[in-house]
């Protein structure tokens, strides 16, 4: 009986067993988040920025596991400046590598975005966000119509001279600083753009008439209605007023370097309009006038042996920065050693701007000699500014031939450009030229020691008497190639940046207007016959130690 009965005991005893233990479901296995592994653009593994990117260009992303398609299209973007841009997209690989085909323009910047909200097919989603700056390649095609050399530069001089003649100031006649500057007008500028009006009368774009009166218009303003500091006008003028603008908190006076360019412009002009009558009578004695006063040897601050370029009614001497070594002033000390009323002696020359042989320099940069200056040469207005009136031809003094100087400045410039030390994009033969001008963002006086990409239209065009193949190589280039990007208004904008791909709004006269006079005196020496036409010239520069057949 015991044992008939064990066997449905057992049963019982596995049957509770069963219903009293729990069934575990199966653990759930997340998908596996996944990455991108490569990205290549034409081939070509991307870094950081990608530049000269083709118009047609196929993206590539491999990733590490087959992607969801679905989740493409909201989840991968190219933008360009907040715009979305279009493009085909395919797979390979098991779908996990995404092939894209935009359609990109010329020099544009575009930013590619993978968002983590991508999904693999497994629902896995993708760890990190891929991004891609791109810039596109220089569109080769010419965008204006091929003509000849010669028409290109009176095209330049023409559309350029329009900052001077259409936007000069209604009320003075003057130069404006800027194009969005308003009232504020330049006095360097102003003499600037009294040289081109010259070259414009030469050149056919306005009449001897109309050129005379609207000259003998700036020259009564700044006779009647400007503040004259010793004979010395202020950087920037109110145009409507005559009242000077501050140009800083200390600089709110006399500006001898910038009254200086103005004075070169004035004397250009007294020399072109030498007929006998009484129009051109009356400016050349208007002229005169405010040549005779200027004070130069005022401006060397109690008597000392070099010129001081500012002084303010408020502040007095206490910027205290003296004229001297190379840069763009050397026109002070020609004009400062020729005056009829104040000549500088030959010893103010010596001491103050040649600080007596310190301001050579003898080393080679790019297999070129330089003679004077900073290394490397400094921005290229250096030999622009004062070598709008002064023929640098067979010019020489104990210092330099100053061709040569000019010439080994722009052409160390121009080699560095094609040399490229910092791999900047778009630096080419045919894209160089530094020197001061608008950058992204603001101002700065660009050159190979301070260089961040900007290139500046009047660096190359300014040169283009000592470097007429560089320049016009530059020039053709900016014109036909970027053309639709640099062409406005009054010629080619103030600078540009292929690197960052920044384009400039602005016009400054100091860097329209020697574009006008350098092409003016590479094609007919001008400018430059005149100023150095002027008996006080020719007598003053000799004072001090020049040596040249046009004196």
């Avoid at 047609?56 to 909201?74: D, G, H, R, Y």
């Avoid at 009320?171 to 753009?193: H, I, L, P, Q």
């Amino acid at each position: 009986m015991k044992y008939a009965c064990l066997p449905i005991f057992i049963c019982l005893l596995f049957s509770c067993s069963k219903k009293d233990k729990a069934v575990v479901p199966p653990p759930v296995v997340p998908p596996k988040s996944f990455n991108a592994t490569s990205t290549t653009i034409n081939g070509q593994l991307y870094s950081t920025t990608l530049y000269n990117v083709n118009f047609n260009s196929v993206i590539k992303i491999a990733f590490t596991a087959p992607l969801n398609e679905s989740t493409v299209t909201a989840n991968v973007l190219i933008k360009n400046n907040g715009t979305t841009v279009s493009f085909t997209s395919s797979f390979s690989n098991n779908d996990s590598v995404l092939i894209i085909k935009p359609a990109f323009t010329a020099l544009t910047s575009y930013v590619l975005n993978v968002s983590t909200g991508l999904k693999s097919k497994d629902g896995g989603s993708l760890n990190d966000n891929v991004n891609a700056t791109l810039i596109s390649a220089i569109d080769s095609t010419d965008k204006f119509t091929r003509i000849s050399d010669s028409a290109l530069l009176t095209l330049i001089q023409q559309q350029t001279f329009k900052y001077f003649w259409d936007f000069g100031h209604p009320t003075s006649g003057m130069a404006r600083e800027r194009n969005s500057s308003g009232d504020v007008c330049t006095t360097g500028g102003s003499g600037f753009g009294i040289m081109s009006m010259i070259a414009a009368v030469n050149r056919s774009f306005i009449s001897r008439t109309d050129a005379l009166n609207r000259i003998q218009k700036i020259v009564s303003f700044y006779k009647n209605n400007c503040t004259a500091y010793h004979g010395v006008y202020a950087h920037w003028i109110n145009g409507a007023t005559g009242v000077t603008v501050p140009f800083s908190m200390q600089d709110d006076g006399a500006d001898l370097v910038e009254t200086s360019y103005l004075m070169q412009g004035l004397l250009c002009a007294r020399q072109y309009f030498n007929a006998s009558n009484a129009e051109e009578d009356t400016l050349r004695n208007n002229i005169n006038v405010l040549w005779d006063a200027v004070d130069w040897n005022w401006f060397k601050q109690n008597n000392q042996n070099v010129l001081y370029w500012h002084w303010s009614p408020n502040y007095q001497w206490s910027i205290n920065q003296q004229i001297s070594g190379w840069d763009e002033a050397m026109i002070v000390y020609a004009l400062a050693a020729s005056s009829n009323t104040n000549a500088i002696a030959k010893v103010v020359y010596d001491n103050g701007w040649a600080q007596n042989g310190a301001e050579q320099n003898g080393k080679i940069f790019y297999g070129i000699k330089l003679p004077l200056g900073p290394d490397l040469g400094g921005p290229l207005f250096f030999s622009h500014y004062s070598f709008l009136g002064i023929n640098p031809h067979q010019l020489t003094d104990a210092y330099a031939n100053y061709f040569t100087q000019d010439t080994a400045h722009s052409k160390i410039n121009y080699n560095y450009c094609v040399a490229n030390p910092s791999n900047y994009f778009g630096y080419s033969n045919s894209c160089w030229g530094l020197t001061a001008s608008d950058e992204e963002g603001g101002y700065s006086a660009h050159a190979p020691d301070n260089d961040n990409g900007t290139i500046t239209p009047t660096a190359a065009i300014s040169s283009l008497p000592y470097t007429p193949t560089q320049s016009m190589n530059a020039l053709r280039f900016f014109y036909y190639k970027l053309g639709n990007k640099l062409w406005g208004d009054y010629g080619l904008v103030d600078a540009f940046n292929l690197n960052n791909l920044w384009f400039a709004d602005s016009y400054l006269a100091i860097d329209q207007g020697p574009e006008i006079v350098m092409i003016e005196n590479y094609r007919t020496g001008l400018l430059w016959n005149l100023f150095m036409s002027c008996p006080e010239i020719k007598k003053g520069m000799k004072a001090i130690g020049f040596s040249s057949p046009y004196l």
